[in-house]
């Protein structure tokens, strides 16, 4: 069977002022052809991180190497030094 019909743009329109740009998840729409409310927006793709994940990657990195200042490069390619 096709899809149904997507809901009227004035059924939308709130649902997109909350995040503008950005299309309504599926539940939102089967929630507008039902003649619900949108709802709220999942955003599941920005998980918190907690502090025991945060320990466990600090536990693991690397310690960070000290930096050196940039050398000059010569002006004359003979005072260049062999490497």
């Known amino acids: 069977p ?4 997507p809901p009227k743009y004035e059924q ?3 649902a997109y002022e909350q995040h503008p740009g950005r299309p309504l998840e599926p539940q939102q ?3 507008l052809r ?3 409310e949108a709802g709220p927006m999942r ?3 920005h998980a918190p991180h907690t502090e025991t994940f945060n320990a466990k990657v600090a536990e693991h990195a690397p310690a960070p190497k000290p930096s050196e200042p940039p050398r ?3 002006r ?3 005072e260049r030094q062999p490497k």
């Open 29 to 31: 729409n089967q929630n």
């Open 43 to 45: 955003d599941a793709e």
């Open 76 to 78: 004359n390619p003979s």
């Open 2 to 5: 096709p899809p149904p019909p």
């Open 12 to 14: 939308r329109e709130p």
């Open 72 to 74: 000059e490069a010569p």
């Open 34 to 36: 039902e003649g619900k």
